[in-house]
């Protein structure tokens, strides 16, 4: 499975931006997709996840409330809706999936081992 991220770009504080994380190769049977991001000089953390059968949705504190997560089971593609950013969400974004999920919770969800594919990234920088 190969996993292309897209959408980020160079935005202002407070603006939205969609990410699109897209599945290809061998066939996609839909586990659980996330997203998560690093900036400079930082550890990886989860953004958000979703089930892809059961659509159940995951999001980390910090982005609750103003992140989105949608998918498009015919086009293997999850979209992260990002809206009211902060300069603190600046970070390359990286889109993640696994065939086969041990569990449905937030833990397993933010879990990075729990991930087999991980796609490129796609940088997002929030301007104050």
């Known amino acids: 499975v190969q996993l292309q991220a897209s959408g980020g770009g160079l935005v202002q504080a407070g603006d939205s931006l969609r990410l699109s994380c897209a599945a290809s190769g061998r066939t996609f049977s839909g586990g659980a997709m996330g997203w998560f991001r690093q900036a400079p000089g930082k550890e990886r953390e989860f953004v958000a996840g979703i089930g892809w059968t059961t659509g159940s949705t995951y999001y980390s504190d910090f982005v609750k409330g103003r992140f989105a997560l949608s998918k498009d089971n015919a086009k293997s593609t999850v979209f992260l809706q990002m809206t009211s950013l902060k300069p603190e969400d600046t970070a390359t974004y990286y889109c993640?999936?696994?065939?086969?999920?041990?569990?449905?919770?937030?833990?397993?969800?933010?879990?990075?081992?729990?991930?087999?594919?991980w796609g490129q990234g796609t940088l997002v920088t929030v301007s104050s």
């Open positions: 993640a999936a696994t065939n086969f999920l041990a569990h449905g919770t937030y833990t397993y969800y933010a879990r990075e081992k729990e991930y087999d594919y």
